[in-house]
């Protein structure tokens, strides 16, 4: 898994995480951060699988297990599309007896899939029912809903929900800006005041979130 | 950052299989059939040399110290050859070798064979490998400096991290991460002993899971690569097109052996069966219930004649097939219960006189009989108990089915056989020296190491990985008891620090 390790290390660099391959703290650190954290002598890092990810996202954002995740909205993304690459075994068909040894070169393409159709879904939910919003809560965007940007409460809150939601703790002030920041971007060239543009953010924020290595290691 | 490469082969293989490869080739009359540059001596001699070396704790180095794939040596190997009694006429004899080796040996310490910075000498006494240049040495301790800060910091990697073992705990046995709150609640307690009974209470709940005792669950899945299920030919519930057999029995008393208050032993020892009435219960089959099963599923073996997972329809079915003398059923009992696989050269342990060849397979060649010098004396327990052909059951007189097609010679094959160089008279005898072997409690230990460590014990594991799997032998330990073993388990360092 040290591939799939280094592969998320580099799409994220919004996050502090643990390291399988243990990288050099001082390159993962941020101008006006605390000191680098130390590196574990014996780091052993391991990857959830596929079905322990599905198993932690559908009970931290509210989404059942056996619907969390569908291929072409018929097949289990882990138990019938990304089985093995996603660190599963299926030994009476296909005589996998015990789980791939390294990362296959899709593992992390898997996991970016299922991490982007999880929060694509999540995010849907919460907009057509709005009292059970998990990580979009429209009704409180701005404060009668129809701000042209969301306050720096507003993304603070989000940024929050996605953190807890995801990785069971609060956001540092560093992670909080990271993500606030992400959002001119989102909105970069389209119309000012549309909800489409925090939701699109509180997605791409979600996947951000759900694909670091914090969230696909333990 | 350097790492050292996981062992190939692993610890719990390299002890034993070297150690009874050497210690036969002592034996009188045994047939000296390695080639000329592969001394079956070696290890012992090496660890005469250095009796203080990590690699020799149990007395015999591994095969990988001087070899590739023996004969074929690597660095370290060759450099010790071009030492080895210059100007002496080859093939060393084995007391010449015995004689020049520590000489050789000296003469090398000051060298670096793999050119990674330390020399031979200080990667031999720190179980290092002398020829693989990322088996380095390594200091796991932390400066002081460091420890004060991981102490501040979410995770200590300095140390043992209680919170981090929570949740370690719950992912590997439960499948998922405790709560908010739990995870929130747990960094409230300041209290060590308090920490570790909450560890405790969560592994015994999660041990209770459907998502490690359950069908397709975390016991099941380490039982795959021992049972080899192939739903092709699978019979009973939710059978395959030609159903011979069914699996399910066989994970069904591995989850019994491995699960609750049971002793591990009973994989080898069984005399019974088990059903799974839910998810996570399971219960023993009484002989009337297993009568009438029909047949398809029935066992045919009689019940004094059963020896846990080794004898079972399944394996049967799927290791023994068709042969008289069954050695890909004694193989695959030998590498999945012991850790010794014969084809990558483990566990070696060569018969005097042996192979015999009495199914005239042309074993007894020498590249052949390297191997089967042990593999067919472990082999002959197996020849009474029928595969395919024969339905399965237990037949004292089953070779003489066999004449016709391996030959007059088959049926002379004996019932009894070798195992760790202990005669044995049949495979409840096999099973019983195999159970209380040192290379079981060792495979046992080190398949939850694995899992749940993330790779096999390496060099600085050892002491932690050695007190568990004496602890699971010992009677006032664990007693076999796996899920005592876990407890401790998952308190050690090499589990709890990140």
Redesign the interface.
């Known amino acids: 898994m040290r591939k799939l390790t280094c592969i998320g290390l580099a799409s994220l660099g919004l996050l ?1 995480a ?1 390291c399988a ?2 990288p050099d703290p001082a390159a993962l650190q941020f101008a006006g951060d605390s ?1 680098a ?10 990857f ?1 699988d596929g ?2 990810y599905l ?2 996202l559908s ?2 954002l509210n989404m059942p297990r056996e619907d969390i995740c569908k291929e072409l909205s018929r097949y289990d993304c882990m138990t019938d599309a990304f089985r093995i690459v996603l660190g599963g ?1 299926e ?3 296909l ?1 996998v ?2 789980p791939i040894e390294n990362a296959a070169l899709t593992s992390p393409i898997a996991v970016d899939r299922v991490a982007l159709h999880v929060c694509s879904k999540r995010v849907r939910m919460d907009k057509e029912s709005p009292a059970d919003a998990v990580l979009f809560k429209a009704g409180a965007y701005g404060e009668d809903g129809r701000s042209t940007t969301p306050d720096k409460a507003w993304l603070s809150g989000a940024a929050d929900a996605i953190y ?1 939601s995801i990785l ?2 609060s956001p540092s002030e560093r992670e909080i800006q990271n993500l606030a920041a992400f959002y001119p971007q989102v909105a970069d060239g389209r119309e000012a005041g549309s909800t489409e543009v925090a939701a699109d953010w509180v997605t791409l924020s979600c996947f951000a979130v759900a694909s670091s290595l914090e969230a696909v290691f ?1 | ?1 350097k790492r050292p490469h996981p062992r190939k082969g692993a610890y719990i293989a390299l002890a034993l299989g070297i150690s009874a490869m050497g210690a036969a080739s002592f034996v009188p009359g045994a047939p000296l059939i390695q080639p000329a540059s592969a001394k079956p001596p070696a290890p012992m001699a090496f660890c005469h040399s250095y009796p203080e070396a990590k690699a020799c704790s149990t007395g015999f180095a591994d095969c990988a110290a001087c070899h590739t794939t023996p004969p074929a040596r690597n660095a370290f190997g060759m450099q010790v050859a071009d030492k080895l009694a210059p100007g002496v006429g080859r093939p060393l004899s084995d007391q010449d070798f015995l004689k020049f080796l520590p000489e050789a040996l000296k003469a090398v310490e000051d060298l670096d064979a793999d050119g990674d910075g330390y020399s031979n000498i200080v990667e031999i006494m720190a179980g290092t490998q002398t020829a693989d240049s990322n088996s380095v040495p ?5 400066a002081a400096d ?1 420890a004060t ?2 102490a501040g ?3 200590n ?2 140390t043992y991290d209680a919170a981090y073992a929570f ?2 705990v719950h ?1 590997d046995f439960c ?6 709150a739990d ?1 929130d609640g747990f960094r409230k307690i300041t209290d060590e002993k308090t920490k570790l009974a909450r560890i405790s209470e969560a592994l015994d709940k999660c041990l209770d899971s459907p998502y490690w005792l359950g069908p397709n669950g975390v016991v099941w ?1 380490i039982a ?2 021992k ?5 092709a030919v ?1 019979s009973g519930e939710n059978p395959g097109p030609v159903p011979l057999g069914d699996y399910d029995d066989d994970y069904n008393l591995f989850t019994w052996a491995n699960s609750d208050d049971h002793d591990v032993r009973d994989l080898l020892l069984a005399q019974y069966f088990v059903k799974r009435t839910d998810p996570v219960t399971l219960q023993q089959i009484s002989e009337e219930e297993l009568a009438k099963r029909p047949r398809g599923t029935m066992q045919p073996v009689p019940k004094d004649k059963r020896v846990g997972m080794i004898s079972t329809r399944w394996f049967g079915a799927v290791n023994t097939m068709f042969t008289s003398i069954p050695r890909t059923t004694a193989a695959q009992a030998y590498r999945s219960y012991l850790g010794f696989d014969i084809a990558r050269m483990q566990g070696l342990n060569t018969v005097p006189h042996e192979p015999m060849d009495y199914d005239t397979k042309g074993v007894g060649a020498p590249e052949c009989a390297v191997c089967h010098a042990t593999l067919d004396p472990l082999s002959y327990p197996f020849t009474r108990y029928n595969g395919i052909s024969g339905g399965y059951s237990y037949n004292d007189d089953r070779l003489k089915d066999y004449v016709r097609v391996d030959g007059p010679r088959v049926a002379e094959a004996p019932a009894g056989g070798m195992i760790f160089g202990q005669e044995v008279a049949d495979l409840l005898e096999w099973g019983k020296v195999a159970a209380n072997s040192d290379a079981f409690a060792m495979k046992v230990a080190g398949d939850y190491w694995k899992l749940l ?3 096999e014990p390496d060099v ?1 594991d050892q002491p932690e990985f050695t007190r568990l799997w004496r602890g699971l032998k010992s009677a006032t330990t664990y007693n076999y008891r796996v899920e005592k073993m876990l407890h401790d388990l998952v308190l050690t360092n ?1 589990y709890g ?2």
Do not use: F
């Open positions: 502090t643990a391959t243990a000191p954290p130390v590196a574990s002598a014996d780091p052993r890092v391991k959830k079905e322990r198993r932690d009970a931290n075994v030994a009476p068909n005589l007896n015990e807890g069971l703790r333990y | 950052m390594r200091t796991l301790a932390c460091d800060r991981a910091a979410q995770w990697v300095c949740k370690k992912m499948g998922s991460s405790p709560t908010r995870i899945n795959n690569a049972i080899r299920p192939a739903h699978k460590v993330g790779r600085n090499a620090r990140p």
